[in-house]
């Protein structure tokens, strides 16, 4: 308001800066406001921490040409938290606390994790799950011939196959 000064405190040391007729409390302890060279009454107020979710997945991207089941395993880093839930973007849900899931299908996957504490706070992180299939010519057709020159050889392998379709790798 205009014509009217204020200035908060902390524990009877003013907060730098704080000279507005609002304030949000970062730090627990005894509060008061100055108000045109009067003091408010004093309030306790306490600060709770709120949970900051965070996670780790591996592995990532998931080949299930490697891996049929597809399991990714996932460990919760989360802080201040003490429940979880998981949403694995696929329509499966999980309150395990480090989960593993099978991801059956390719694609990529919106992973979620909201962390809760018992003080009625919570954050969520979201990552994506890439899940692919390689083939490798083990796993070709009958059909596909290949053929691999020069053997043997160092550093440079050329593939070719039935069709003409030729190529190397350094």
Do not use: H
């Not at 014509?3 to 907060?15: A, E, F, R, V």
């Not at 694609?107 to 890439?130: F, K, P, R, W």
């Not at 009958?142 to 196959?161: E, G, H, M």
Request: hydrophobic share 35%; with cysteine; charged share 15%.
């Amino acid at each position: 308001e205009t014509g009217i000064n204020y200035q908060w405190y902390l524990d009877g040391n003013p907060i730098a800066g704080e000279d507005n007729n609002t304030l949000v409390p970062t730090t627990s302890g005894v509060y008061t406001c100055e108000v045109d060279g009067r003091f408010s009454l004093p309030v306790s107020i306490t600060v709770l921490d709120a949970p900051t979710a965070s996670f780790s997945a591996s592995p990532n991207p998931v080949d299930l040409g490697f891996d049929p089941t597809g399991t990714v395993n996932f460990t919760n880093a989360s802080t201040f938290d003490d429940q979880v839930l998981w949403d694995f973007g696929n329509g499966f849900q999980s309150t395990a606390l480090d989960p593993s899931f099978p991801f059956t299908s390719v694609g990529n996957y919106d992973v979620q994790l909201i962390a809760y504490n018992t003080n009625g706070c919570s954050d969520t992180t979201t990552q994506n799950i890439e899940v692919i299939s390689s083939v490798g010519i083990a796993e070709a057709k009958d059909s596909d011939q290949f053929t691999l020159f020069p053997n043997p050889t160092v550093d440079i392998i050329n593939i070719s196959n039935e069709k003409g379709l030729e190529g190397y790798t350094a």
